[in-house]
């Protein structure tokens, strides 16, 4: 199975940035496809930015031209570079894994707040 772990979390002021970290564990080589997803209190989960095995990204509109998913497969750790924050912004951030054999894979979560 694939186990995977976020950091970078934490509070922000608006306008600030954040770097988020994914580390990937375990059959790594089944992924195909790494997202980040996000909860804000009262709302549905909603994809922020996946990224393919071969690099190629997808973001939702909410998010375009502030936020940038990156991975580095030598470090098996998939990254969100957040810029711009703003209120709406704030959430629990979670990293998403989709395999050729096993279930999706979840991280735990970390705590994104942006405010004053």
């Known amino acids: 199975q694939v186990q995977l772990v976020e950091s970078g979390g934490g509070l922000v002021q608006p306008g600030g940035s954040l770097r988020l970290s994914c580390a990937t564990s375990?059959?790594?080589?089944?992924?195909?496809?790494l997202a980040w997803y996000r909860q804000a209190p009262g709302k549905q989960r909603e994809l922020v930015a996946d990224?393919?095995?071969?690099?190629?990204?997808n973001y939702a509109d909410s998010v375009k031209g502030r936020f940038t998913i990156s991975r580095d497969n030598g470090k098996n750790t998939l990254y969100l570079q957040m810029n711009s924050l703003k209120p709406e912004d704030t959430a629990v951030y979670y990293c998403?894994?989709?395999?050729?054999?096993?279930?999706?894979?979840w991280g735990q979560g970390t705590q994104v707040t942006v405010s004053l």
């Open positions: 998403n894994a989709r395999t050729t054999r096993f279930a999706d894979a």
């Open positions: 375990g059959s790594i080589f089944t992924i195909y496809l």
């Open positions: 990224i393919t095995s071969g690099g190629s990204t």
